[in-house]
Protein backbone atom coordinates (compact mmCIF):
# COMPACT_ATOMS: atom_id res chain seq x y z
CA UNK A 1 0.00 0.00 0.00
CA UNK A 2 1.14 3.46 -1.14
CA UNK A 3 2.41 5.64 2.09
CA UNK A 4 -0.11 8.08 1.19
CA UNK A 5 -2.61 6.80 0.35
CA UNK A 6 -2.52 4.42 3.42
CA UNK A 7 -6.38 3.43 3.02
CA UNK A 8 -6.18 3.02 -0.61
CA UNK A 9 -7.48 5.91 -1.63
CA UNK A 10 -5.74 9.56 -1.53
CA UNK A 11 -6.63 11.42 1.36
CA UNK A 12 -7.70 14.90 1.35
CA UNK A 13 -4.97 17.38 1.56
CA UNK A 14 -5.04 18.38 5.09
CA UNK A 15 -3.02 21.57 5.12
CA UNK A 16 -4.36 24.89 4.12
CA UNK A 17 -3.24 26.45 1.38
CA UNK A 18 -0.54 28.88 1.99
CA UNK A 19 0.13 27.65 5.93
CA UNK A 20 3.81 26.54 4.32
CA UNK A 21 4.99 30.63 4.27
CA UNK A 22 3.88 30.64 8.41
CA UNK A 23 4.99 27.41 9.14
CA UNK A 24 8.63 28.11 7.32
CA UNK A 25 8.75 31.54 9.44
CA UNK A 26 7.97 29.53 12.49
CA UNK A 27 10.61 27.01 12.21
CA UNK A 28 13.21 30.05 11.02
CA UNK A 29 12.29 31.83 14.03
CA UNK A 30 13.98 29.26 16.36
CA UNK A 31 17.08 29.02 14.30
CA UNK A 32 18.81 29.41 10.43
CA UNK A 33 17.93 26.19 8.80
CA UNK A 34 18.62 24.72 4.81
CA UNK A 35 15.68 23.94 3.01
CA UNK A 36 15.90 20.01 3.53
CA UNK A 37 16.01 20.67 7.37
CA UNK A 38 12.73 22.41 6.79
CA UNK A 39 11.23 19.45 5.46
CA UNK A 40 12.42 17.21 7.76
CA UNK A 41 11.56 19.31 10.68
CA UNK A 42 8.18 19.68 9.53
CA UNK A 43 7.66 15.54 9.28
CA UNK A 44 9.28 15.32 12.22
CA UNK A 45 6.86 17.82 14.20
CA UNK A 46 3.80 15.96 12.10
CA UNK A 47 4.83 12.67 13.14
CA UNK A 48 5.16 11.74 9.35
CA UNK A 49 2.01 12.72 8.17
CA UNK A 50 2.83 15.98 6.50
CA UNK A 51 6.23 16.36 4.15
CA UNK A 52 6.54 18.88 1.90
CA UNK A 53 7.85 18.28 -1.61
CA UNK A 54 11.26 20.36 -2.33
CA UNK A 55 8.83 21.66 -5.08
CA UNK A 56 6.98 23.33 -2.64
CA UNK A 57 9.60 24.22 -0.18
CA UNK A 58 11.81 25.61 -2.36
CA UNK A 59 9.73 28.00 -4.46
CA UNK A 60 8.01 29.34 -0.93
CA UNK A 61 11.84 29.76 0.77
CA UNK A 62 12.24 32.16 -2.68
CA UNK A 63 8.75 34.38 -1.92
CA UNK A 64 10.06 34.63 1.67
CA UNK A 65 13.09 36.09 0.84
CA UNK A 66 12.20 37.93 -2.45
CA UNK A 67 9.77 39.81 0.00
CA UNK A 68 12.46 40.12 2.76
CA UNK A 69 10.79 38.03 5.33
CA UNK A 70 14.12 35.66 5.51
CA UNK A 71 17.36 36.31 4.01
CA UNK A 72 20.11 34.23 3.24
CA UNK A 73 22.97 33.39 5.77
CA UNK A 74 26.87 32.39 5.09
CA UNK A 75 27.38 29.13 6.76
CA UNK A 76 29.30 25.85 6.50
CA UNK A 77 26.07 23.92 5.16
CA UNK A 78 26.51 26.79 2.30
CA UNK A 79 30.06 25.45 1.31
CA UNK A 80 28.32 21.92 1.06
CA UNK A 81 25.61 23.75 -1.62
CA UNK A 82 23.22 24.10 1.07
CA UNK A 83 21.51 27.77 1.52
CA UNK A 84 21.29 28.30 4.75
CA UNK A 85 18.30 31.05 5.60
CA UNK A 86 17.08 32.80 8.99
CA UNK A 87 13.92 35.08 9.68
CA UNK A 88 14.46 39.03 9.35
CA UNK A 89 12.86 41.59 11.50
CA UNK A 90 10.13 41.90 9.17
CA UNK A 91 9.36 38.49 8.98
CA UNK A 92 9.16 38.12 12.59
CA UNK A 93 6.73 41.11 12.24
CA UNK A 94 4.91 39.31 9.87
CA UNK A 95 4.71 35.96 11.38
CA UNK A 96 3.85 38.12 14.89
CA UNK A 97 0.36 39.47 12.55
CA UNK A 98 0.11 35.44 10.85
CA UNK A 99 -0.44 34.08 14.85
CA UNK A 100 -2.35 36.62 15.90
CA UNK A 101 -4.62 36.13 12.75
CA UNK A 102 -4.69 32.24 13.78
CA UNK A 103 -5.18 32.66 17.43
CA UNK A 104 -7.95 34.28 16.53
CA UNK A 105 -9.61 31.77 13.64
CA UNK A 106 -8.72 29.14 16.69
CA UNK A 107 -10.66 30.96 19.40
CA UNK A 108 -13.97 31.31 16.53
CA UNK A 109 -13.62 27.42 16.22
CA UNK A 110 -13.26 26.44 19.30
CA UNK A 111 -16.40 28.40 20.04
CA UNK A 112 -18.08 27.22 17.60
CA UNK A 113 -16.55 23.94 17.66
CA UNK A 114 -18.47 24.08 21.58
CA UNK A 115 -21.70 25.35 20.12
CA UNK A 116 -22.10 21.96 17.58
CA UNK A 117 -21.17 19.61 20.33
CA UNK A 118 -22.97 20.97 22.71
CA UNK A 119 -25.97 20.28 19.66
CA UNK A 120 -24.95 17.23 18.90
CA UNK A 121 -23.82 15.71 22.46
CA UNK A 122 -25.14 17.62 24.95
CA UNK A 123 -23.05 16.59 28.22
CA UNK A 124 -20.08 16.70 25.77
CA UNK A 125 -19.44 20.46 27.65
CA UNK A 126 -18.90 18.99 31.04
CA UNK A 127 -16.31 16.32 29.80
CA UNK A 128 -14.76 19.07 27.63
CA UNK A 129 -14.37 21.30 30.74
CA UNK A 130 -13.47 18.63 33.16
CA UNK A 131 -10.46 17.85 30.62
CA UNK A 132 -9.59 21.47 30.47
CA UNK A 133 -9.87 21.79 34.34
CA UNK A 134 -8.09 18.59 35.23
CA UNK A 135 -5.08 20.16 32.70
CA UNK A 136 -5.49 23.37 34.77
CA UNK A 137 -5.44 21.75 38.17
CA UNK A 138 -2.09 19.66 37.43
CA UNK A 139 -0.36 22.84 36.27
CA UNK A 140 -1.21 24.52 39.17
CA UNK A 141 -0.32 21.56 41.65
CA UNK A 142 2.85 21.57 39.56
CA UNK A 143 3.32 25.80 40.18
CA UNK A 144 2.10 26.05 43.25
CA UNK A 145 5.52 25.18 44.72
CA UNK A 146 7.14 28.16 43.12
CA UNK A 147 3.94 30.61 44.01
CA UNK A 148 4.75 33.39 46.27
CA UNK A 149 3.11 33.47 49.72
CA UNK A 150 0.85 35.72 48.44
CA UNK A 151 -0.27 34.36 45.53
CA UNK A 152 -1.24 31.28 47.86
CA UNK A 153 -3.03 33.41 49.90
CA UNK A 154 -4.88 34.63 47.18
CA UNK A 155 -5.26 31.37 45.65
CA UNK A 156 -6.30 29.17 48.52
CA UNK A 157 -10.30 30.53 48.86
CA UNK A 158 -10.72 29.94 45.18
CA UNK A 159 -9.93 26.26 45.56
CA UNK A 160 -11.81 25.76 48.80
CA UNK A 161 -15.06 27.49 47.00
CA UNK A 162 -14.52 25.40 43.84
CA UNK A 163 -13.89 22.38 45.91
CA UNK A 164 -16.82 22.81 47.74
CA UNK A 165 -19.30 23.16 45.21
CA UNK A 166 -17.70 20.17 43.43
CA UNK A 167 -17.90 17.77 46.74
CA UNK A 168 -21.90 19.35 46.51
CA UNK A 169 -22.51 18.04 42.53
CA UNK A 170 -21.00 14.79 43.09
CA UNK A 171 -22.53 14.38 46.43
CA UNK A 172 -26.24 14.62 44.49
CA UNK A 173 -25.11 12.69 41.41
CA UNK A 174 -24.35 9.72 43.58
CA UNK A 175 -27.52 10.19 45.93
CA UNK A 176 -29.05 10.35 42.29
CA UNK A 177 -27.23 7.10 41.25
CA UNK A 178 -27.86 5.26 44.52
CA UNK A 179 -31.65 6.15 44.10
CA UNK A 180 -31.32 4.79 40.58
CA UNK A 181 -30.00 1.10 42.03
CA UNK A 182 -32.32 0.55 44.97
Not at 3 to 26: E, N
Not at 40 to 59: C, E, H, L, M, T
Not at 137 to 150: F, M, V
Request: net charge positive; charged share 30%; proline share 5%.
Amino acid sequence: MHPHKPFGFQMPHAVPRGFLKQYILKLLSTKPMHGYEIMDKIQKKSNGFWRPSAGSVYPTLMWLEDRGLIEAVSSREKEEGKKVYQITADGREYLADCMKRFDEISNRIRTLGAFWLDFIYPKAWSEVALRSLERHLLNLKEGIKYASTETLEDVRPIIEKVKKELFEISKEIDEKIAKGKS
